[in-house]
């Protein structure tokens, strides 16, 4: 059983730029790929950005893409979302997840996905 939890998430000003963390336990890390996910009020959870188990792959959701980076750091269990000029339109709750084997395929789709964190809020002012 893995355990995922984010940290990171909080209030930015339109422009500004967070860093959302989460950091795995109870498996072995570098066996899952993982994936960042957000989920607006009153909208379905969607796919953001997803990194292989090596981190030789990556791939992001065009609404993200150029101003979002994910990256992970396998000897501290831990994978990162940087995300830099921001917009009102990013305010969600954002889930890290796992999702079990060493593939350099990334996965993008939210069912294949094996385990969740509890979710980090981030708003954005305009």
């Known amino acids: 059983q893995v355990q995922l939890v984010e940290s990171g998430g909080g209030l930015a000003q339109a422009g500004g730029s967070l860093r959302l963390s989460c950091a795995a336990s109870?498996?072995?890390?570098?066996?899952?790929?993982m994936g960042w996910f957000r989920q607006a009020p009153g909208k379905e959870r969607e796919f953001i950005a997803a990194?292989?188990?090596?981190?030789?792959?990556?791939s992001y959701a065009d609404s993200v893409k150029g101003r979002f980076t994910i990256s992970r750091v396998n000897s501290k269990n831990t994978v990162y979302l940087q995300m830099n000029s921001l917009k009102p339109e990013d305010t969600a709750v954002y889930y890290c997840a796992a999702k079990f084997g060493r593939s350099t395929v990334v996965v993008v789709t939210t069912a294949l996905y094996n385990y969740w964190g509890q979710g980090t809020q981030v708003t954005v002012s305009s």
């Open positions: 109870g498996g072995t890390f570098s066996s899952y790929g």
């Open positions: 990194i292989s188990w090596s981190g030789g792959s990556t």
